[in-house]
């Protein structure tokens, strides 16, 4: 079993006193069975709604029509994106850089969807990507030992390059194996480190006096790959600006980055932000790696997915069918009609499913059926491309090397 955790007070990084929900990067209680509010959360943290002008703009920088996540304001939020085209538009190139918190062996179909967004901004804009696999945070932050997270980077790094990333552009690494290599990421460590005080990250994170120092000093390393000169190898001397996609609850540790980024000579990077994916048993919470029967894993058999969303999804339906038949199901709430706004991406059909479940022509149980084979395929699929992310292809992406692109003969 992993290293022994001391009992630290209740993280306290969000107050329940008043009616927010509860988001935060280790936790997301929502008030409501349709979920986090995004409006309010978009105000309390201080960052701006994608709108169609935003997504016009795009697709006319990088002459690619919109992903459909975005289309569908699954990734709903962004900081700076503008900014971030201005200098597209006058001819910079940026990088994307975004990571994963290696908990368990295998991932679960949310966990993909902030990398199926992050391939196709990559090949939109034809750019350079850097991953990072927070090993060290999950040690931290769970009762797992280094060892068991270093072999959990590396599964969850496999699910990963399974959705076709490429090695010449993209560049994996496990924080507890790539700080003892390169000394640029420590020293960028410790550059933010500097910066930020213990109440800045109280106040941030809702770190208390009981909390192992790691934790405290944790977010210095999520924030240096934001940084260009993290990687030397790639980026040569040049300060390249970045984008970040990620969930919305690790906002706060961009927040912290953005703050720190001037005084360090940086670029702030820009953001967007996805909304959550929901649990089988309801948007109050999201899909968890740590609970079995609250996600679609990525290793499930066709039979196990089928059995979990009959048993688990929450449903919007009726309790009877006349009731059904008459108001129509509860689209907002239900589950199964939510897994296929994040993975059906026939929007003729997604919504002619919508409007027939809204006024009860389509049943729970077929909408069940939608979903389960919907999803069944792309889990087939997505291990048969595991299958082949060999040790040797794995180990191409996380050795720092220089990447498909020149970095030194762009002129800023
Ligand atoms: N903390 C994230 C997690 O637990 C992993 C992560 C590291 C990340 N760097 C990131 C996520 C950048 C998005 C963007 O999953």
Same mark, same amino acid.
């Given at each position: 079993?992993?290293?022994?955790?001391?009992?630290?007070?209740?993280?306290?990084?969000?107050?329940? &006193?008043?009616?927010?929900?509860?988001?935060?990067?280790?936790?997301?209680?929502?008030?409501?069975?349709?979920?986090?509010?995004?409006?309010?959360?978009?105000?309390?943290?201080?960052?701006?709604?994608?709108?169609?002008?935003?997504?016009?703009?795009?697709?006319?920088?990088?002459?690619?029509?919109?992903?459909?996540?975005?289309?569908?304001?699954?990734?709903?939020?962004?900081?700076?994106?503008?900014?971030?085209?201005?200098?597209?538009?006058?001819?910079?190139?940026?990088?994307?850089? $975004?990571?994963?918190?290696?908990?368990?062996?295998?991932?679960?179909?949310?966990?993909?969807?902030?990398?199926?967004?992050?391939?196709?901004?990559? &090949?939109? /804009?034809?750019?350079?990507?850097?991953?990072?696999?927070?090993?060290?945070?999950?040690?931290?932050?769970?009762?797992?030992?280094?060892?068991? $997270?270093?072999?959990?980077?590396?599964?969850?790094?496999?699910?990963?390059?399974?959705?076709?990333?490429?090695?010449?552009?993209?560049?994996?690494?496990?924080?507890?194996?790539?700080?003892?290599?390169?000394?640029?990421?420590?020293?960028?460590?410790?550059?933010?480190?500097?910066?930020?005080?213990?109440?800045?990250?109280?106040?941030? /994170?809702?770190?208390?006096?009981?909390?192992?120092?790691?934790?405290?000093?944790?977010?210095?390393?999520?924030?240096?790959?934001?940084?260009?000169?993290?990687?030397?190898?790639?980026?040569?001397?040049?300060?390249?600006?970045?984008?970040?996609?990620?969930?919305?609850?690790?906002?706060?540790?961009?927040?912290?980055?953005?703050?720190?980024?001037?005084?360090?000579?940086?670029?702030?990077?820009?953001?967007?932000?996805?909304?959550?994916?929901?649990?089988?048993?309801?948007?109050?919470?999201?899909?968890?790696?740590?609970?079995?029967?609250?996600?679609?894993?990525?290793?499930?058999?066709?039979?196990?997915?089928?059995?979990?969303?009959?048993?688990?999804?929450?449903?919007?339906? =009726?309790?009877?069918?006349?009731?059904? =038949?008459?108001?129509?199901?509860?689209?907002?709430?239900?589950?199964?009609?939510?897994?296929? =706004? /994040?993975?059906?991406?026939?929007?003729?059909?997604?919504?002619?499913?919508?409007?027939?479940?809204?006024?009860?022509?389509?049943?729970?149980?077929?909408?069940?059926?939608?979903?389960?084979?919907?999803?069944?395929?792309?889990?087939?699929?997505?291990?048969?491309?595991?299958?082949?992310?060999?040790?040797?292809?794995?180990?191409?992406?996380?050795?720092?090397?220089?990447?498909?692109?020149?970095?030194?003969?762009?002129?800023?």
């Amino acid at each position: 079993m992993g290293d022994k955790l001391p009992v630290t007070d209740k993280q306290i990084s969000n107050s329940p &006193e008043d009616d927010n929900d509860i988001v935060d990067p280790w936790t997301v209680i929502s008030k409501s069975d349709a979920g986090v509010d995004y409006d309010k959360l978009i105000k309390r943290f201080g960052c701006t709604y994608i709108d169609s002008e935003l997504i016009e703009r795009i697709e006319r920088i990088s002459k690619t029509p919109i992903h459909p996540l975005i289309k569908r304001g699954i990734f709903f939020s962004h900081r700076d994106l503008h900014a971030l085209l201005n200098m597209v538009e006058a001819g910079k190139k940026f990088y994307l850089y $975004t990571g994963r918190g290696p908990s368990s062996d295998s991932m679960h179909v949310g966990h993909l969807i902030p990398f199926i967004v992050t391939k196709w901004l990559q &090949e939109a /804009f034809d750019v350079p990507l850097v991953i990072q696999m927070t090993d060290d945070e999950k040690t931290l932050w769970k009762n797992l030992s280094v060892e068991e $997270t270093m072999k959990m980077a590396r599964e969850n790094a496999k699910d990963i390059i399974a959705l076709g990333f490429d090695v010449n552009k993209t560049f994996i690494f496990s924080n507890l194996d790539y700080m003892g290599r390169c000394a640029a990421f420590y020293q960028n460590v410790i550059r933010i480190q500097k910066c930020v005080t213990f109440n800045q990250v109280k106040g941030i /994170f809702g770190f208390c006096d009981s909390d192992v120092i790691g934790k405290i000093s944790f977010p210095a390393i999520q924030a240096a790959p934001a940084f260009s000169s993290t990687f030397p190898f790639i980026f040569g001397a040049d300060k390249v600006p970045v984008l970040i996609p990620c969930a919305i609850d690790q906002d706060p540790y961009f927040r912290m980055t953005r703050d720190v980024s001037p005084r360090l000579g940086f670029i702030k990077p820009a953001l967007i932000h996805s909304c959550f994916f929901p649990a089988l048993q309801g948007a109050k919470t999201k899909m968890s790696a740590s609970d079995v029967n609250s996600a679609v894993f990525l290793t499930d058999t066709p039979k196990q997915i089928k059995t979990k969303i009959n048993k688990y999804a929450f449903s919007g339906g =009726r309790s009877t069918l006349e009731e059904h =038949r008459k108001y129509g199901g509860n689209i907002d709430v239900d589950v199964s009609y939510q897994l296929l =706004r /994040f993975f059906l991406y026939d929007d003729e059909k997604l919504e002619s499913i919508k409007t027939a479940y809204a006024n009860g022509e389509l049943l729970s149980g077929e909408m069940k059926k939608i979903a389960v084979e919907t999803l069944q395929p792309i889990v087939a699929d997505h291990q048969t491309k595991r299958k082949e992310v060999t040790d040797e292809i794995l180990n191409q992406f996380m050795t720092p090397r220089k990447l498909n692109y020149d970095f030194q003969t762009v002129i800023y």
